[in-house]
């Protein structure tokens, strides 16, 4: 289950991607992606999110 974000919370802060171990969260179109092909599942970047914008989805 990679980590997804919700694009209408994302403030594009990037403490997200400060949080990835495996370097895996980019921006986009001024909004944090994960790419899921990479995502480890750590969570890691849900607990760095200051705007709740990230979860775990089905993938």
Known sequence: MPAIVDKSLCNACE????????????????????????????????DACPEDAISMVDG
């Open 15 to 46: 403490s997200c991607i400060e949080a990835c171990p495996t370097e895996v969260i980019s921006m986009v179109d001024g909004k944090a992606w994960v790419n899921p092909e990479e995502c480890i599942d750590c969570e890691a970047c849900i």
